[in-house]
């Protein structure tokens, strides 16, 4: 079964300082692709950095740099530097081979002033 | 340029009625995808149109929900006979053809209330 989990269901940082929220993932798919969401109190989802199964880099945007473990089955977001605008609900989600998005449960993020 | 959109913003029905629920995507987005959101819960997905090809709809939780797409563009989710455990934030997503699609753009979503 495919399925994405995310173990912490909130998250506390200190400004300026950086954060990881975890994130893991179940499929028999060699091809897949892992997504992190970020969604504010306003409701809407940004994207905010991409992974695809078969890259060999890890992914960075700016302050956002995903950590992917292929064998450990793991896509960690890291957030570098946090700002009081990181708070928010972080989705992780893997993209199947029929196109749709699975989603774990989110981790709530707060950054403390 | 415009991104995703949906109406309404808010809906509030009465238990046993029909909903309708619009989402014009991107233009040039060749697919379009229909979430679910409950309270403090993740997105579960409900069902999926890719251009022509016949919609996934695996993730539909029972017949009264329902999805067309016209002309490859517009989508309306269709809820009957609403329930209470329909009230959520049904988010519609789109992405563009090739392998530029990874990305999904979502539009601001429906909160849907059934009283």
């Known amino acids: 079964a495919q399925k994405i989990t995310q173990t912490q269901p909130g998250m506390f940082v200190q400004e300026k300082e950086a954060v990881t929220l975890d994130c893991t993932y179940d499929t028999s798919d060699q091809s897949y692709g892992l997504f992190w969401y970020k969604q504010p109190s306003s409701g809407e989802m940004i994207f905010l950095i991409y992974?695809?199964?078969?890259?060999?880099q890890n992914a960075t945007e700016g302050r956002y740099s995903l950590n992917f473990q292929k064998a450990r089955k793991s896509a960690n977001l890291v957030i570098s530097a946090s700002q009081l605008g990181d708070s928010a609900m972080y989705f992780c989600?893997?993209?199947?081979?029929?196109?749709?998005?699975?989603f774990g449960q989110g981790t709530e993020l707060s950054v403390k002033p | 340029g415009a991104g995703v959109s949906q109406s309404p913003s808010n809906k509030v029905t009465e238990k046993g009625k029909d909903v309708e629920l619009r989402c014009d995507p991107i233009s040039g987005h060749t697919a379009l995808y229909w979430y679910r959101q409950s309270l403090g819960q993740g997105l579960e997905f409900l069902i999926y149109f890719q251009g022509n090809s016949a919609p996934d709809k695996s993730g539909l939780p029972s017949d009264r929900f329902s999805a067309e797409r016209t002309g490859g563009s517009v989508s309306t989710l269709t809820i009957q006979r609403t329930q209470q455990e329909d009230s959520a934030v049904y988010l519609c997503?789109?992405?563009?053809?090739?392998?530029?699609?990874?990305?999904?753009?979502f539009g601001p979503g429906t909160r849907l209330t059934v009283t």
């Open positions: 997503a789109s992405s563009p053809p090739g392998l530029a699609g990874q990305e999904q753009y």
């Open positions: 992974q695809g199964s078969y890259d060999e």
């Open positions: 989600a893997m993209r199947t081979r029929g196109g749709k998005l699975i």
